[in-house]
């Protein structure tokens, strides 16, 4: 979900298309797309001559695709990760993207994804009106 002042301006849940064969490759994957969504966000805003001076923040309650992300060094245990999705890392480190971590509890976009308790939503519409 992607908010512009108080108000929520793009949000998607889909099935990645490709299996991945862990779940940090998983979640890399959906940073990635993330990224690609800021990114285009970032042309519209252009587009209406809104300028953005600050890097664009993500949420993020996965450490290790943040660790990732943030680690230009390469890994032998990622090198199955197609290419495209390190789409995230060259955003990052151009600090144009800042990951930062939340935890699972008090992640918002989970109100797309999950099944959530009456007092998780209430929770998450109190967190929603104070962005």
């Known amino acids: 979900m ?4 108080s108000g929520a301006v793009n949000w998607s849940s889909k099935k990645q298309p ?3 064969l862990s779940s ?4 890399y994957r959906g940073a990635a797309i993330a990224a690609c969504e800021v990114v285009w966000l970032q042309k519209l805003l252009s587009d209406l001559e809104q300028s953005m001076d600050a890097p664009v923040v993500i949420y993020y309650d996965d450490i290790s ?3 990732l992300a943030n680690n230009p060094v390469y890994h032998a245990r990622t090198k199955h990760i197609e290419v495209h999705y390190h789409f995230i890392r060259e955003k990052v480190l151009a600090k144009e993207i800042n990951l930062i971590h939340v935890s699972t509890e008090d992640q918002v976009a989970n109100i797309f994804t999950k099944a959530l308790s009456i007092d998780k939503l209430k929770k998450f519409q109190q967190m929603l009106r104070i962005l």
């Open 18 to 20: 490709t299996l991945a």
């Open 2 to 5: 992607f908010s512009f002042g």
């Open 24 to 27: 940090t490759e998983a979640e």
């Open 65 to 67: 695709s943040i660790l």
